[in-house]
């Protein structure tokens, strides 16, 4: 029976790359526009009486968590990169890897709210503002969180449990799963296949969730009436459904990647997260900023 674990670990991401602190600039570059980005599109949302309605509230709370999440990562990895501060306690990294767990999945509850947003608004117009009121937001915002808190802890407390006596070093630039369960010793079975199965109830459930209520919406809104709001309400879901499917996806890729891990070099499975964990959230309030009227329009006028 083995009895020692490692109480720190060393956060190494990208060892294949000779001058690693060249790392600073892209991962700083991005980092400060995607706070430059969200902050910019959650500042319009709040500061605009015209922007003062549910549908812009849950895409200012999906940026503000994708803010959570990328700060929960970039900041102490550019610590590393700069100054040598790439340790962290056992406590530390688990609390990184439920933070980004946690908010991941809390940004999927999101966007199923965002779906329920846009059911109301398109099969109950006349009651909309009755049903969707700050009760309801504030209900729906708890109830995503406490659903990502009930899905992501036992992942988090298994990994938790097991016993790390290989390597302190995790070759990755964040406290992901299936890096640290690299360094676990003994049977990991248990810690794998739960892992597995939340990451598809979340994935593959919320995705077919959200497919399914936006075909429905999209239908019925094909067969509204007026040209003017049909396709106000096609290009209001079109936005959101583009946003799910680029979080998703960079999702499911990182999921087949990270199984095939021992095909695949440490530095490309570095990428991948990096991918996975910052491009959505860059991406996302160009997308907003873009796409959406009534924000492009409230940012144009701030501008001028």
């Given at each position: 029976?083995?009895?020692?674990?490692?109480?720190?670990?060393v956060?190494?991401?990208?060892?294949?790359i000779i001058?690693?602190?060249?790392?600073?600039i892209p991962?700083?570059?991005?980092?400060?526009?995607?706070?430059?980005g969200n902050?910019t599109?959650v500042?319009?949302i709040?500061?605009?009486?015209?922007?003062?309605?549910p549908m812009?509230?849950?895409?200012?709370?999906?940026l503000?968590?994708?803010?959570?999440?990328t700060?929960?990562?970039?900041p102490k990895?550019?610590l590393?990169?700069?100054?040598?501060?790439d340790?962290?306690s056992?406590?530390?990294?688990f609390?990184?890897?439920?933070?980004?767990?946690?908010i991941?999945?809390?940004?999927s509850?999101?966007?199923?709210?965002m779906?329920?947003?846009r059911?109301?608004a398109?099969y109950?117009?006349?009651?909309?503002?009755d049903?969707m009121?700050?009760?309801t937001?504030?209900?729906?915002?708890?109830?995503?969180?406490v659903?990502?808190?009930f899905?992501?802890?036992?992942v988090?407390?298994?990994?938790?449990?097991?016993?790390?006596?290989?390597s302190?070093?995790i070759?990755s630039f964040?406290c992901e799963?299936?890096?640290?369960?690299?360094?676990?010793?003994?049977?990991?079975t248990?810690?794998k296949?739960?892992?597995?199965a939340?990451r598809s109830?979340?994935?593959?459930?919320?995705?077919?969730?959200?497919?399914l209520?936006?075909s429905?919406?999209l239908?019925?809104a094909?067969?509204?009436?007026t040209?003017?709001?049909r396709?106000?309400a096609l290009?209001t879901?079109g936005t959101?459904?583009?946003?799910?499917?680029l979080i998703y996806l960079?999702?499911?890729i990182?999921?087949?990647?990270?199984?095939m891990?021992?095909s695949?070099s440490?530095?490309?499975?570095?990428?991948?997260?990096?991918?996975y964990?910052m491009?959505p959230a860059?991406?996302n309030?160009?997308?907003?900023?873009?796409?959406v009227k009534e924000?492009?329009k409230?940012?144009r006028?701030s501008?001028?």
């Open positions: 029976r083995i009895h020692f674990s490692h109480t720190e670990f956060l190494h991401g990208f060892p294949g001058h690693r602190k060249l790392l600073i991962f700083l570059t991005v980092y400060i526009l995607l706070l430059m902050f599109i500042h319009r709040h500061a605009e009486k015209s922007l003062q309605s812009y509230y849950l895409i200012s709370i999906l503000l968590a994708s803010i959570a999440c700060t929960s990562i970039t990895f550019l590393g990169l700069s100054f040598g501060l340790r962290i056992r406590a530390g990294c609390i990184q890897m439920f933070s980004i767990y946690s991941t999945t809390f940004e509850g999101i966007m199923l709210s779906a329920l947003d059911y109301v398109v109950r117009p006349l009651r909309y503002n049903i009121t700050k009760r937001l504030v209900l729906l915002t708890c109830v995503s969180w659903r990502s808190a899905l992501v802890s036992p988090v407390i298994l990994t938790f449990s097991a016993q790390f006596c290989r302190n070093v070759l964040v799963n299936m890096g640290l369960l690299s360094l676990a010793c003994g049977d990991i248990r810690q296949m739960v892992g597995l939340v109830v979340i994935t593959l459930g919320d995705f077919s969730l959200l497919v209520s936006y429905t919406i239908y019925t094909m067969k509204i009436a040209s003017k709001n396709n106000k290009n879901c959101h459904l583009l946003v799910a499917m960079c999702t499911i990182s999921s087949i990647i990270y199984r891990r021992r695949m440490i530095d490309i499975l570095n990428l991948v997260s990096a991918t964990l491009v860059t991406v309030p160009v997308i907003y900023g873009l796409r924000i492009r409230c940012l006028k501008w001028l």
